[in-house]
């Protein structure tokens, strides 16, 4: 079974805005955090953003700048990311990740989804 599912991608213009989800079913004693990543083709995988379930603190990437906004509705086991003001260069596919640290380290996240393309483009 899936453990992370994202959903929520497309193609948007320039200014506009997306909101992704992941559907979480993993075990809470080692996924606490779940994560957003993305990456575009030829680049680095690249964190974007964090929260705790169990407290619901966050953190973001410095290159958000406000854009981003992770959130969470535990009654739906389901983390989003709202993302508005979109730019061509946030063109990636995006993944959610699971795991027991919250931090910005793509080999502390134990699970992942299978990514959700995002495009930005005129």
């Known amino acids: 079974a899936q453990m992370l599912m994202e959903s929520g991608g497309g193609s948007v213009g320039p200014g506009g805005s997306l909101r992704l989800s992941c559907a979480v079913s993993t075990p809470t004693y080692n996924s606490n955090c779940v994560g957003w990543f993305r990456q575009a083709p030829g680049e680095e995988r690249e964190w974007i953003s964090v929260i705790s379930r169990r407290g619901g603190s966050t953190w973001y990437a410095d290159f958000n700048r406000g854009r981003f906004t992770i959130s969470h509705d535990n009654a739906k086991n389901t983390v989003y990311l709202q993302m508005n003001n979109l730019k061509p260069e946030d063109t990636a596919t995006y993944y959610c990740?699971?795991?027991?640290?919250?931090?910005?380290?793509?080999?502390?996240?134990?699970?992942w989804g299978q990514g959700t393309q995002v495009t930005v483009s005129l």
């Open positions: 990740a699971a795991g027991p640290k919250c931090n910005d380290r793509s080999k502390d996240y134990v699970y």
